[in-house]
């Protein structure tokens, strides 16, 4: 079954942490998304490889299977609804690992429900006209405007490389790299590792 094949938007959320899964079932059920709230894995992917959501929120760091393994099991990559990542350790190697196995966004905790609410429904919209847009397209161009050591650090960070070791991989400091991702991260319009990261593999 396709997502969303009834006329209301559908999603799940996937947190051990009840007061998350209240508070977003709540603003979400507001914004007339039918939402089923999961505490682990197992119960989610059972049910979204049954009948999949429009969309899906996944906690990363959960006991029993992580977001990461979840991922993998429901091949999120060819999965047909977006998987949109939350977690409060957004460090750049998770976000790389769950960008490369199809995780749609990569959204930090502490985070407001509302802005929530309105990134997966602009991503929503933005998904459902992407491929006439030529999205690719403006990402490949992006990436010419980067300099040849803006294009070294870009696959130290790509490459799941923390500040630390691309800094030595590449023989300067990790505030060194820091100024260059802010660089690379303003040139290429990305808001998060998630977005460089995803910018990178579809240009």
Known sequence: MHPGASDQRSIHIVDDDPAVR???????????FAVSGFENGDDFIAAALANPPTCVILDIHMPGRSGIEILRAIDA???????????????IPTAVSAI??????????????????????????KRN????????????????????????????????????????????????????RARIMDKLGARNAADLVRIVLSG
């Open 22 to 32: 209240d508070a977003l079932g709540v603003v979400f059920r507001l914004e007339g």
């Open 77 to 91: 990559a060819h999965f047909p609804s977006p998987v949109f990542i939350i977690s409060g350790r957004g460090d």
């Open 100 to 125: 490369k196995l199809g995780a749609f966004d990569f959204i930090e905790k502490p985070f407001d429900a509302d802005t929530v609410v309105k990134r997966i429904s602009d991503a929503l919209d």
């Open 129 to 180: 006209g992407a491929n006439a847009n030529g999205h690719g397209d403006h990402d490949s161009q992006a990436l010419k405007l980067l300099t040849p050591r803006e294009r070294e650090v870009l696959g130290q960070i790509t490459s799941g490389a923390s500040n630390k070791e691309a800094g030595r991989n590449l023989g300067i400091s990790p505030r060194t790299i820091e100024v260059h």
